[in-house]
């Protein structure tokens, strides 16, 4: 990685070099990894990949004095800068044979992955009606259906 100079030099102002210095810093915390994240593989051989959003704020600024410095003609300078990280949980991508689904961790997600998976879940009562029907010893069995892994 190219080493940018965080002293200002003849042509250029300090606050270049200030904000040079900060963005050095914000690239060695933030990486493609805290975005989407190192695979896992399950037991079953699953792959779970978790995902990301990341907000990141940047603010710099600086100021010159009015008073002369005894070396040069250049005026004293002040400066600051600062950075802000947010990493949210968004979901887990999860590859699965020839299948990829996103898992979403927000709770308002629920809506929609039952609206995506009511025909199976149809489907799947409908059967389990019609194997009920069909016994013979029409003895009351359970079954519980999962909406998120329903196909």
Avoid: C
């Amino acid at each position: 990685m190219e080493h940018l100079p965080s002293q200002p030099t003849p042509t250029t102002h300090p606050i270049e070099g200030l904000m040079k210095t900060a963005m050095e810093s914000i690239k060695g915390m933030i990486d493609v990894n805290t975005v989407v994240g190192q695979p896992v593989e399950t037991a079953d051989g699953a792959t779970i990949i978790p995902v990301s959003r990341v907000s990141l704020g940047f603010a710099a600024g600086g100021g010159e004095y009015w008073s002369r410095t005894g070396d040069g003609d250049g005026h004293p300078f002040g400066g600051g800068s600062g950075a802000g990280v947010t990493v949210h949980p968004v979901g887990f991508l999860v590859v699965h044979k020839d299948t990829v689904r996103l898992l979403s961790v927000d709770r308002g997600d629920i809506w929609e992955s039952l609206a995506n998976n009511a025909p199976q879940l149809i489907d799947q009562v409908q059967s389990l009606w019609k194997d009920q029907s069909q016994s013979k010893d029409h003895n009351h069995r359970s079954t519980i259906i999962d909406p998120t892994t329903a196909s």
